[in-house]
Every structure is written in C-alpha cells, then in structure tokens.
C-alpha cells in the first residue's frame, strides 16, 4: 500500500508541475499578480510529494518487498542496510526518481530565495523550470516507473546489487552529480525567463551567478567522486579513461566553467550578454544530451544505466524540443543582447575571452570524440571503430596547457584595462622560483621528465601569482592580517578554483608520466621488485562479509630493507548472485599511493597479484575538493546578500538570497 500512495504522490506532483506552468502563466497573461505568486506556492507542493514517493520506495528497499519489480532486481535481504537505500539509484528507473526529487529541490530553493526578483520575472523562471519538471515526471511515468509490482508472482528473494556498486562511492556519487547536472536547469531558466520577458539587461547575470556557482561546485565534486571511486573500486588503478559516459558530465562541466567567468564579465562590464545567454542554454542541453547517452543504449559502459532504445526515444523527443525551442527563441532575441560595450586587450575581459574560447573548444574535442563513433557506426550500418586516449591527449592536453598559461596573468588584469607593469611586475622571479620547485619536485619524484617539469612550473606560476595577488590586496594596511581576513569571498573563491586547477593538473601529469605498474605471478613467499619497492605475497586466507565471502591476501611492501606496509587485498564472491569482485587495498602517501589487487587464482596457491605505484595521484581529488569548495564559497559572498529590511523592494533583479514571502 505504501508503494501505492508513493506511485499517487508522484503522479501529484506531476499535475501540480502542470499547475506551475499554467496558472502562472495565465496570471502573466492578465497581469494577475495572485496567479503569479501561486508559482512559488506551487513549486513547495511539487517538492513535498515528489518527496513522499521518494521515501515510499525506500521503505520498499529497507523491507525488503520483493513484490516491487525494482526492488527485487537490485536488492537483496543480505544486503547491508546502507547500500538498500542507495540501491534506489542504482539503475535506471531509481535514478530518475532522484533526479526528479532534485529538479524539485532546485525549483523549491530559487522559489524561496527569490524575494528580490519582479513578481513576472519570478513567475517566468519558475514556469521554466516547473515545463522542464513536467518533463521528466511523464518520462519516469510513463516509461521508467519504479513503483511497479510483479504480482501476482514474485520472488521470495532478490537478485542483490551489482558489486561493483556495493560502495560508499554509490551512496554520495550520483546524488552530487545530479544536483551538478539538474542545477545546470537554474541559469537556463533564468536566460529563457529573460528572453521571454525581453529584460535583456545584465540584471539576470547577476542574479545567476551564485545559482550556477553552485551548480558548478556540485557538478565538479561528482566528478571528481567519480573518479576517485573508479580508481579504487575497478581493481585497474585507474582515475579516468575517457570513457564516453564520463565525458557526458565532463563536457557540461567545461561549458559551466566558461559560463560562470562569463557572467562574471557580464554583470560587471555589460559584454558578453550574448554568449553568455548561449553558454547558459548550452550548459543544460549538454546535461540533457548527457542524460540521453546514458539511459538510451547507445553506449556500453560500466556506467550506463539502461540500454532500452524506446527510453532513448522518449528522452529524445524531450531533448529536441527543449533545446530547439531554447535556441529559437534566442535566435529571435539574439539582435537585441548584442553587447555595445568596448574594451582593451590587456584588461580582463580579454582574458574572460580566452578562457571562454579554450573552454568551449576543449568541449567541443571532447564532444566529438565521444559522439563520433556513434555517427561512423550509423553511417556505416554497422562497423564500429573506438576513439581513446591518444585523440583526447593529443588535442585536449594542448588546449589545458594554454588555458594554465592565460590563468598566470589573469589573477592581476583588472577590468577595462590593465598596466602592463601590474601584469609583468616580479614576473622574472617568480618564474625563477617556479623552475626551481619544478626542477627540485622532479628530483624528489624521479627522473626528470619534460611535460612534469613543464605543468610543475605553470603550477607554481599560477600559485605564486594567486599569492602576490593576495599580498597586493593588502601590502598598503596597516593591519594585514585583518584586512587579509575581510577580503571578499569571491577573493578566496577564485583563489581556491584556480589554485585546485594547478593541483589537479600536476596530480594528473606526475600520475600519468611515473605510474610503474606490474602484473605478477606469485605463490605464498614470493618477492618481486616494482620500482623502488619490494612486494612480498603470502599467500591468502577465507574471510567472510555481510553478503560476501572472500579470499583475502597478504602482502607486504618494504623500501630499501624497511617495512613500509602491509596490505589485505581481495577477491569476493557474492553470495546472492554468486559475482566475483577484486576489492583493491591502498596504501596513501602523501607523495604517492601503493596499490596492490587480486588477479585470478592460479595453482598451487598462487596468484596473479596487480602492482601500481601512484605518485601524487592524491593530488588530482585534492585539486577537485579546492575547485569544488570555490565554487561553494562564492555564494556567500556579502554581494549576494542583503538587509531583510530591503527584501521587500521588488524593482531590482540583483541576487539577494533572501526568503521569499510567496
């Protein structure tokens, strides 16, 4: 019964997402201020019922009842009861049940911080985002419904959870990456409402930023979960390959990276008003596009969701509408967002320009790459050909490598213009101090390779650069610590993106270019030298889990005579659906990690054990996180905030991130 009035909630909140579009929409029509209002109103009723589903089908998960056709493909009574709860979003149908209740969420929050918006420009933006709810709720209805029972039959156990999901990394992984990719709808309503309401001023830019920081700060730490769970979870040692439902976050991720520095330019200068309305239309197509690949069977990928072509179909019929509509309307405003604003190559705005231009092609490579075999296979009839990562480094690499270049000057150029001397001042040393931390980070490291010593020095140009800019801030105060302390958060912000971009790109390169790997063969007692290191395997002893049971091995790994660690790899069998997992164990160093898994058994005890060495591969995640946090400090910076005594004034759309009283 339960399953049933979470099933009715659902359809409850798909008719009152049908009520926030029209009555709305009718109140814009009479100038019926009421009607208008009842969009707010409207997008709490949406939140809460689609809520109350949500938690009905976990009710079904944690009770184990099987009678759910969903629940007993992914569940199981042994299964721990964290990973029954996660189960929900396991696969196809769950999934877009989450990704409802965050499109909710996210029309809940920007109706209720709202306050500062004009009555009809609050109404519009919701009305987009409540057009985009309706959506997704009859695609989940109509063809992806999790609530369906398998009766009169069903089984009296289920068949469990993929092992490969049985992680932490499923239970924080998708729900992150949602709020990225869904909260990507916010900015594109807003350029939709103003391209509706043809308020084609730099207001909506202004009250866009934080939503997309945001979104963007989202989207990045489920990225970077993701790959962070693939390296350890996969048993391979790999942090990313190219894989074409990884690049279906990726390419968004890059679009929102060149729309948040466009809005930036946008509500300071006026320029841009253009491309930036693009940037945002194009950075929730792509998170679309992304959603379409994923759950329509046109990839194969451990990370695919559903591989029905009729769901493909339907997510289509969505996607051409939503964007064609979208880029419609923009071609029929675009006449009247041309930008009349000048400026001169040496101020900021010149080096927004250059991100922007190397962001978008750097999404475009990626694009490509991961859409052209789909077309060479339908063209073909059939023949298939596989692009990795020799394309994707060969034209991705380049790309990264002159945007690091452009983000050294960045942090000094000032708005309109910028001094020469600002941008060249200390430049010489710097560029000294940076040749020597790369060479020394080299020595430390290993050999000394050219592209380490390359990215190591743009690295610390970047480092340095973002310090003295910190330094200039405050040099001319007599009190710099305090003055270091009331810097605008933006300040912080910017300084925790960019310094994350030099240590991801430094993690990534180091990782890349002195990763020592071996696939051994070793019975109980067997040494064998992995570079510097010494592994010793003795042999494996049976443990049993919650669900699984499992041979565990023990290997121990010294340098230079000296114990370093030791390590309990393994290789689990499930019981309920008898599946075979290779569960890695990591040692974590700061200067790098030792990564020790399970191959096949072999006779007479022995194994095929797989060795990696990952210098700085940490690096990569930790750049992620400062990125990530960035982006989640810019929203509160003072400009986005406001006396609740001055919420009341409706005449401004500047971002006040106040309540609203609808």
Not at 68 to 80: C, D, F, G, K, Q
Not at 137 to 158: D, K, Q
Not at 190 to 210: E, K
Not at 211 to 219: E, G, K, S, V
Request: glycine share 8%; hydrophobic share 55%.
């Amino acid at each position: 019964m339960i399953v049933e009035l979470g099933h009715f909630c659902v359809v409850i909140a798909c008719l009152l997402a049908c009520l926030q579009v029209v009555l709305p929409s009718i109140g814009l029509k009479q100038n019926n201020a009421q009607l208008m209002a009842s969009a707010s109103s409207l997008a709490y009723g949406v939140f809460v019922f689609t809520l109350l589903g949500f938690l009905a089908l976990i009710h079904a998960f944690v009770t184990d009842d099987f009678s759910v056709e969903y629940v007993a493909n992914h569940s199981n009574t042994r299964l721990p009861l964290q990973f029954k709860v996660s189960a929900l979003w396991s696969a196809h149908e769950g999934s877009f049940l989450l990704w409802t209740l965050v499109m909710s969420i996210w029309t809940m929050m920007v109706a209720r911080f709202s306050a500062p918006l004009t009555t009809d420009m609050r109404a519009r933006v919701l009305i987009c985002l409540a057009a985009l709810g309706v959506g997704f709720y009859l695609f989940l209805l109509l063809t992806s419904n999790p609530f369906e029972r398998a009766l009169p039959f069903y089984p009296a156990e289920g068949a469990d959870l993929n092992p490969l999901l049985q992680d932490f990394g499923l239970i924080v992984h998708p729900p992150l990456l949602y709020m990225g990719y869904v909260g990507l709808s916010v900015p594109f309503a807003f350029a939709i409402a103003s391209l509706w309401g043809n308020t084609l001023d730099v207001s909506w830019a202004r009250w866009s930023r934080p939503w997309t920081n945001l979104a963007w700060a989202f989207l990045t730490m489920g990225i970077t979960l993701g790959s962070w769970w693939a390296y350890y979870e996969l048993g391979w040692g790999g942090w990313w390959f190219w894989d074409a439902v990884e690049n279906a976050s990726f390419v968004p991720w890059l679009i929102a990276t060149a729309l948040i520095h466009s809005l930036a330019a946008t509500e300071k200068r006026g320029v841009f008003k253009s491309w930036t309305v693009l940037l945002a239309i194009f950075g929730f197509s792509f998170s679309l596009l992304g959603a379409f690949l994923v759950r329509s069977g046109v990839l194969t990928s451990v990370h695919a969701f559903a591989v029905d072509p009729e769901r493909g179909a339907a997510i289509l019929m969505f996607l051409v509408p939503v964007i064609g509509g979208s880029l419609l309307l923009y071609s029929a405003r675009a006449w009247d967002l041309r930008s009349r604003v000048t400026f001169k190559r040496s101020g900021r705005e010149s080096f927004i320009l250059g991100n922007n231009v190397l962001l978008t092609v750097s999404a475009a490579v990626v694009l490509l790459g991961t859409l052209y075999p789909l077309g060479f296979e339908a063209l073909t009839g059939g023949d298939k050909i596989s692009i990795g990562p020799p394309y994707f480094n060969a034209v991705f690499v380049p790309l990264m490598l002159a945007l690091m270049a452009l983000m050294i000057l960045s942090h000094r150029s000032r708005w309109w213009a910028t001094a020469r001397s600002l941008l060249t001042a200390s430049q010489g040393v710097f560029s000294a101090i940076a040749l020597v931390a790369a060479v020394g980070l080299s020595l430390v490291m290993g050999p000394i390779k050219f592209w380490i010593l390359g990215v190591a020095w743009l690295a610390a140009m970047i480092l340095l650069n973002l310090g003295y800019e910190l330094y200039r801030r405050v040099r001319r105060k007599s009190n710099r610590i305090s003055r270091l302390l009331t810097q605008p958060l933006a300040v912080y912000a910017m300084v925790l993106g960019h310094a994350g971009i030099a240590v991801t790109a430094l993690g990534i390169v180091t990782t890349v270019m002195l990763s020592e790997e071996a696939d051994l063969y070793m019975a109980p007692g067997d040494r064998a030298q992995v570079g510097a290191y010494e592994v010793r395997f003795y042999g494996t002893n049976s443990v049993q889990g919650p669900n699984y049971v499992a041979d565990q091995g023990r290997v121990e790994v010294s340098r230079a005579g000296e114990l370093i660690t030791t390590l309990f790899p393994e290789k689990r069998r499930y019981l309920a659906s008898q599946s075979i997992m290779t569960e890695a164990d990591i040692h974590v160093r700061s200067l790098g990690d030792i990564y020790v898994a399970l191959g096949e058994p072999l006779e007479n005890g022995a194994w095929a054990v797989r060795v990696h060495i990952k210098p700085l591969v940490r690096f990569i995640w930790f750049g992620g996180v400062l990125i990530a946090l960035g982006g989640v400090i810019s929203i509160f910076d003072r400009r986005y905030r406001v006396p609740r005594a001055r919420a009341s004034r409706k005449t401004s759309l500047a971002p006040r991130l106040e309540p609203a009283n609808g």
